[in-house]
């Protein structure tokens, strides 16, 4: 049999009260080899089943007052089965203080467990928890024992659990607590593992007394039958640059122009790849804008969603709906006040529902009246756009007809013209074209006698 890389780490596993060293890797010699050269050049995918705890590029990573190399064959394998099973999304990479799936490792993962305060001081895992709050796409379902010890009986105990959708991470030596992930049960009772500190997927061969009795249950994206080449799981999707704008006036649909995001993941034909796109691109790239409302100003989520085929993934970034000048009428019960300062200051009137006004600048929450006799500031919140259509002459209602109605309101806004100050009014202008009957551009008297001749 043959240990993983270091076969003097012995003494440094006995150490360790929660990832003792297998029984079969007692000292018989003193000398311990050179650690392995790190592997630079192979993907993740390429690699997680043989991830060593003794691995130099993280074997030192802390733990508590340990280390990985001393007693981190249960995180090395909890790092193994979220590789495996393919939980590792934005999120969990996000969680983990990276951004891509080629950085994980056993020592990204010690890490992240050290920033949830997830170590004892001798490395064994506080919290069964914790894994979810790193990786949520991974659940723990229980710490149990094995009814049977006999190798039939316990690969068909593994079966049952792993039809049911349960990732195994399993105790392998007597006496000890040394902790390996059970990739897949044969037929015939073997048991392929993953094991951090031995080089061979033989269970029996590594260990011929078989498990010790307890394990760890977790379900993560995908049940442990599935191989992690065939998953496609890292497609993740960033924004790389936001688009020019992401503030529109009123009425204005959204322009993606200059957004681009990145998209990475890994494919079995492809590797591992990495590729950055424009937001609109169509082939693989969707946009989501049900959300947004060009007419209610305010704040709207857009959504961009790239689609591999096999793979989805999404992203969002906020954008806003500002209030525009021009036309506005009062659509509040509540008296609109005109204020000197932006929703302070002296009061420079109050408008009463219907008032149109015209705003002359914005700043999204406060639009400006500008008049010869109002000048200030009023909630945008309590006016609304009006209509920029024109209507026929004389049908200044836009019911379809001219008749007494449209008189009525003809007069009433003679009658408040001379009460309103100027920059108020109570027809708008699309209802003062149709209400200039003569059409001499103004509205006045000789207006009511042609509505007059005409009803």
């Given at each position: ?12 596993f006995v150490t360790a009260a929660y990832c003792a ?298 954008v806003n709906v500002c209030h525009s000048i021009g ?129």
């Amino acid at each position: 049999m043959q240990h993983k890389k270091i076969l003097g780490v012995l003494a440094a596993f006995v150490t360790a009260a929660y990832c003792a060293a297998p029984a079969a890797m007692a000292v018989e010699t003193a000398e311990i080899p050179s650690p392995v050269t790190a592997i630079q050049s192979l993907s993740v995918y390429d690699e997680y089943r043989e991830w060593s705890q003794l691995d130099p590029r993280w074997s030192e990573t802390p733990m508590g007052g340990t280390t990985v190399r001393r007693s981190g064959c249960l995180v090395t394998s909890l790092a193994i089965m979220a590789v495996h099973s393919g939980s590792i999304d934005s999120t969990a990479l996000a969680n983990m203080g990276i951004s891509n799936i080629e950085e994980f490792n056993p020592g990204v993962l010690a890490n992240a467990y050290t920033n949830a305060n997830g170590f004892s001081y001798d490395g064994a895992i506080v919290s069964w928890g914790t894994i979810s709050t790193i990786v949520p796409n991974i659940t723990f379902g229980a710490d149990r024992y094995f009814q049977n010890t006999e190798k039939t009986a316990v690969a068909e105990e593994l079966k049952a659990l792993m039809a049911e959708g349960w990732h195994i991470i399993a105790r392998v030596n007597n006496g000890g607590f040394h902790w390996a992930y059970i990739e897949s049960v044969g037929a015939d009772g073997s048991v392929t593992m993953c094991d951090p500190a031995v080089d061979t997927h033989d269970l029996y061969e590594a260990y011929p007394n078989g498990l010790q009795g307890e394990y760890w249950m977790l379900k993560g994206t995908n049940p442990p039958g599935a191989s992690a080449g065939e998953q496609e799981a890292s497609l993740n999707i960033e924004i790389a640059s936001m688009p020019d704008r992401t503030i529109f006036q009123y009425g204005e649909e959204p322009d993606l122009t200059g957004g681009t995001i990145t998209l990475s993941g890994n494919d079995p034909e492809n590797g591992s790849w990495t590729k950055t796109v424009d937001m609109a691109e169509s082939d693989i790239i969707s946009v989501d804008l049900s959300a947004y409302d060009a007419k209610t100003p305010g704040e709207y989520e857009i959504v961009i969603t790239a689609d591999t085929g096999s793979a989805k993934a999404s992203v969002s970034f906020k954008v806003n709906v500002c209030h525009s000048i021009g036309e506005y009428y009062v659509n509040s019960e509540e008296p609109a006040v005109v204020y000197s300062e932006q929703g302070d200051g002296a009061v420079q009137y109050t408008l009463k529902k219907g008032n149109i006004i015209h705003i002359a600048a914005s700043d999204g929450k406060y639009g400006y009246i500008a008049s010869t006799e109002i000048s200030g500031w009023i909630d945008m919140e309590l006016l609304e756009k009006t209509e920029d259509h024109l209507h026929e002459k004389g049908d200044i209602n836009n019911d379809g007809n001219v008749d007494k109605y449209d008189l009525s309101l003809l007069n009433t806004y003679l009658q408040q013209k001379e009460e309103l100050p100027n920059g108020v009014s109570v027809l708008t202008a699309v209802q003062l074209y149709s209400a200039d009957l003569n059409c001499d551009g103004i509205v006045n008297l000789e207006d009511v006698r042609e509505y007059l001749m005409l009803i």
